[in-house]
Structure formats: C-alpha cells, structure tokens
C-alpha cells in the first residue's frame, strides 16, 4: 500500500490525504478583500510545485469572485531569501501591491523584512501580508504573521486509516483522496 502525503495521487494503488491549500488560499483572498485591498501579489513555492499551484488557484478563483483579475506573481524557491528578493522585484516593477500571500513562512518573513527594512513601509497599513503553513517564529510579536494553519495531527491520522484500510483489504485499494480543511490565523499582518 502506498499513501501520497500532500501531493494528491487517486488511482486503484495509491490513497492521498492533503491539505486544502485552495481554500486556505481562497480565505486569505476573502480576509484581503474584507480588509481593504484592491491590489494582490502571490509569492510561489517552486513552479512545479503542487501545493504552490492549488494556493494560486484558490487566491486567484476566491479574488475574481471578488471581481479582481490582476495578480503579481513572482516566485521565492520556498527559502527566506527568495521572499526577500520577490518583494524587491514587485517593488522594482511598479507599485507595491496592497496584500501579499506567500507560499511559506519563510518567504513570508523574507518578504515582511523587505517591506519594513528595505522599502519603509508599513505591515499592514501599506501592504498586508499572509502566508501558509505557521512555523512558529512567524508568530512571534516582531512578525505576527497572518497565517493559513494545516491541520497536520488529523492528516498523520487520516493517513493511518487509509493505510491500515489498504493493508487489511489485502489487494489494490487505493483510490481515496481525502482533502483536510485548514483554518486561518489573523495576527497584525
């Protein structure tokens, strides 16, 4: 038996269990809109990346119901540096979108240092930032990042179950696909 975690794979081998990265991201699109923001960057993981496509795809279909069609993107490897530097590139071609969702923490925190260090604005009140995944420095009083939290307790156990269900059918008994919901975090940003 063979279990996929937080890469989705459903076929008669293999069973997946996932975070829904499209809703938290779709959360955090709503939390944006509801505070203000008119204008939206997204910081990418890797371009191959499965959970990074799925939190574009949520932040991006959550927005347009919102009726906003335009997103900076810019991509930070999942690495602190790489926050960093796509903050500086959205900076460097044109103005600063209002609200930006991160991939990670990391390039959260990067992004963040960039906006306050470098660029002298202020979090939230000239850009809101949020981000997925909640390491703990991201709460810590010198970021409060806003933070889209995978419930990963329930995905260890929900993985479990699918196995032992695999292992007791005694034969191909994949084919479950189970999505987990995550639950958003406001802090300052």
Known sequence: PTISFNTPVKNAWIASVCADSAGGASAVADLFVKRGATSF???????????????LRGYRNALRKNGFTHIETATGGYHYDGGYRAVLS????????GAIFCANDLMA?????????TLKLRVPEDVMVA??????????KSYGLTTIVQDCRL????????LQSMMS????AGGILRIVPCKLIERAT
Do not use: C, N, Q
């Open 155 to 162: 995905m260890v156990a929900d993985a479990m179950t699918a």
């Open 131 to 140: 981000r997925f995944d909640d390491v703990p420095e991201a709460s810590w």
């Open 169 to 172: 059918a005694g034969s191909s």
């Open 90 to 97: 959205f900076h460097e071609r044109g103005p600063m979108p």
């Open 41 to 55: 960057g997204f910081i990418a993981g890797a371009v191959r990346s499965h959970a990074s496509k799925e939190r």
């Open 109 to 117: 925190l990067g992004a963040l240092d960039a906006l306050r260090s």
